[in-house]
């Protein structure tokens, strides 16, 4: 904060007040903050019906202030910014918080300013300590395990949604949550990379893209399989060899120091010299952690130079339109001397269903 100018942080339920007091309830329409000043206490403003659940929040702050809903929160907030002597100052918020909050929030400032607190509060969250390691690791585990269950749900005549179900399954199963809406997307279907599985039927001859992950004690997994329904085409089982080059090539490079747009250039360069750069519509991968993307993205023009436990996906794809797409994807975590893959190792081939 004091790098960054900032006089105080607010941040609205979500990862970030998660991460920052442990409290985990989903925001609404009501101001629920935590405030953060650079050199006082750090205290909630809660509404009424939230005050109990504030009061027991896990890093144990105890200044809670109430609002109820006939008096509003404007009042109080602005008796607060004039006693955490913020009207005037430069106040950070998180990148989450919703205009129904920021807007009147500048107005309260007067002639203060709100920023992004983004940037402090991401730069928090991306060097993962040892507890947030050991969750993501067992988000990861379990998402291994239901790709399996997805693979075993893939053969001809089930639907789409049929894969995701028993992938979704799977991970509830066993105790975890969803990371993101799960990608089953079956032949020309998978050349859409963020395609929302349907009532597509699987066909002998389909390349099928698995996109899955369990969220495990607020952590995320996120990984891509690609699955073929019978001996897949020459094409596939080609392209799948370019993309996981350029998995490789990648994730050779990950070490402490080594800048973000690196890893991305080397997935990039094997795919380009292959002639499908123009077939590679995304950046490489995105930081992972309590959010399913976070810092640090590992994209073209991203200087940013990795640390140890910064955490992110390796997802290079080819995607050929009408036809088949292929991504391969595993979370990597930095070290302090290199690397550490947490999935389950990427099949040299095509994994055949049945
Ligand atoms: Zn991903
Ligand atoms: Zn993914």
Known sequence: MIDAGLDAVIVTPG??????TGFSEAGYERLFCLIAPL???????APSVNVDQARRNPAGIADVREWNDAAGWHGLVEALAGELELTGGQVGVDDDMAARFVLPLQNILAD???RSAGTVLSDLRSRKDRAELDALQRAASLTDRAYLAGRAACRAGASERDVAAAIEAAIVREGG??????????GENS???????GGRKLAEGDVVTLDLGARVDGYCGDITRIVAIGQPGEDAARVYEIVLRAHRAALSLVRPGVAAEAVDAAARKVIEEAGYGDRFIHRTGHGI????????????????????GECFSIEPGIYLPGRFGIRLENIVAVTESGVRVVNAPIPERIDVAG
């Open 177 to 186: 949550a969803l990371s993101f809406e799960t990608i089953v997307a079956a």
């Open 289 to 308: 952690g309590l959010d399913d993307h976070e810092q640090p993205n590992i994209v073209a023009g991203n200087e940013h130079l990795l640390r140890p």
């Open 39 to 45: 050199d006082r206490e750090p205290l909630f403003v």
């Open 112 to 114: 203060g300013f709100l």
């Open 191 to 197: 050349a859409l990379p963020h395609h929302s599985p």
């Open 15 to 20: 990862a970030n007040m998660r991460y920052l």
